[in-house]
Nanobody
């Protein structure tokens, strides 16, 4: 059984920071990698940052330099450190896992967390 549980969302002012967590069971991020997605109202869900099984990270231009993906292998938990948040970052954030094992690049898998709401507003 695979389960992904996100936490850490909330309401922050522009320029503030949040750290999201994704705790996994039944799957290892060090084998399958993981990705952070977000979906704003009326918009398509998009991949914003990812970490491959070996630890390499990629992020989209809109969050580059502001968002950092990391993980704790012992806890099998991934994190998304979100700095200098902007109103356009407002969305429900999801973690995803279960893609191709030991891949050099993240690939979307079948497993999703329940999502955590991030709202950036003054």
């Amino acid at each position: 059984q695979v389960q992904l549980v996100e936490s850490g969302g909330g309401l922050v002012q522009p320029g503030g920071s949040l750290r999201l967590s994704c705790a996994a069971s039944g799957i290892s991020f060090s084998i399958n990698g993981m990705g952070w997605y977000r979906q704003a109202p009326g918009k398509q869900r998009e991949l914003v940052a990812s970490m491959a099984s070996g630890g390499s990270t990629i992020s989209v231009d809109s969050v580059k330099g502001r968002f950092i993906v990391s993980r704790d292998n012992a806890k099998n938990t991934a994190y998304l450190q979100m700095n200098n948040l902007k109103p356009e970052d407002t969305a429900v954030y999801y973690c995803n896992a279960g893609g191709a094992p030991y891949s050099s690049w993240f690939s979307q898998g079948d497993y999703w967390g329940q999502g955590t709401q991030v709202t950036v507003s003054s």
